[in-house]
């Protein structure tokens, strides 16, 4: 069975009913990297059907099935991942994958990625960043961090796009261990629902700040902190999204 095809994170989100956010503090920077990490390895959020989710997080691999030419997005936010799959209950996204990475692997897509999106002031010009776009083999986009009730933050989170060489690496190189963690995106919405909201931000992976290398996201990181906010420059961009050339998977 082929993976659906699934729109790519998109930066236009729905903004119905939803209160303007406030811009982000000094000690919460608007584009940083959070994430759940150790010296060696990251983790990253995916969410399928159960006919690809199942049999990677019982194998550690993806199954053949799995299209590689493809792109796939990799999320380092567990609370991004529930907004994007709805708890893991959308169709096509009911499996929701913990999938442990290298660090090296991490980073190296990083700096071969672009954003997403065209930004004055960090392209040159719109034609660079189109070529760029085409040839690079990941693409960064920042979206408004979720909180446990899947409300926008103020401050954005990191989603990683792969294609081409990159979904190769990620497949056979970098992973390290895939765990099914849809019971734990079950429980923790169930104890949110309920208005235990202490309970279920135990429960949440501990993502801290990740400790970039010097200069890793400095083509990536979008100037000012504002675009964090609602009615900004950055979300006006965001529908100026090179489109990708090949289906998208979440």
């Known amino acids: 069975m082929e993976e659906p095809s699934v729109e790519e994170p998109s930066g236009a989100e729905p903004t119905v009913n939803e209160p303007p956010v406030e811009e982000p503090s000094a000690e919460e920077p608007a584009y940083r990297i959070r994430a759940f990490h150790t010296d060696r390895t990251v983790t990253v959020y995916q969410a399928y059907p159960p006919t690809i989710g199942l049999p990677t997080a019982r194998d550690g691999r993806f199954p053949a099935s799995w299209k590689r030419e493809r792109m796939t997005w990799i999320k380092p936010s567990f609370l991004w991942m529930m907004y994007r799959s709805g708890w893991g209950t959308k169709e096509g996204q009911e499996t929701v994958l913990a999938v ?19 930004e004055h002031g960090v392209h040159a010009d719109r034609p660079t960043w189109q070529r760029q776009s085409r040839e690079s083999p990941a693409r960064v986009q920042w979206d408004p961090e979720r909180d446990p009730h899947l409300q926008r933050l103020p401050y954005r989170s990191l989603q990683l796009g ?13 992973i390290v261990s895939v765990r099914d963690v849809t019971p734990l995106a079950h429980r923790v919405r169930d104890l949110v629902r309920a208005g235990d909201l202490d309970a279920a ?34 979300e006006a961009v965001t529908t100026e999204k090179l489109k990708s050339p090949v289906p998208s998977t979440p």
């Open 100 to 118: 442990e990475i290298t660090r090296e692997g991490f980073e190296w897509a990083l700096r071969h990625a672009c954003l997403s999106h065209y």
């Open 162 to 174: 792969l294609s081409g060489e990159a979904v190769r690496r990620y497949a056979d190189e970098w």
């Open 201 to 234: 931000r135990r429960l949440l992976p501990r993502e801290e700040p990740y400790a970039e290398p010097a200069g890793l996201l400095d083509h990536l990181r979008v100037q000012g902190a504002a675009e964090a906010g609602e009615g900004s420059a950055a």
